[in-house]
């Protein structure tokens, strides 16, 4: 089967745009990932909402000063 110079992975697969905060949270992951290898996903979990409240805190104070 020919396929006229076109890859078949690019005919199936079309790319989808990533929300910034979704970035923003994949860039966390990776970040606690690597420098803590040994976490678990409950313990991640535990820390990215730690995290997320102290982002949420630190907004709340920003708009309202």
């Known amino acids: 089967m020919q396929t006229a110079g076109v890859e078949p992975s690019s005919v199936y697969y079309r790319t989808v ?7 923003g949270l ?6 606690i990932h690597l ?3 040994f976490r678990g996903n409950r ?6 909402t730690n995290r997320m409240v102290l ?8 708009s309202s000063a």
């Open 55 to 62: 982002l949420r805190l630190l907004t709340a104070k920003k």
């Open 17 to 23: 745009d990533v929300c910034p905060v979704d970035l």
């Open 26 to 31: 994949m860039k966390a992951i990776d970040a």
């Open 35 to 37: 420098d803590q290898l």
């Open 43 to 48: 313990r991640m979990r535990d820390k990215l």
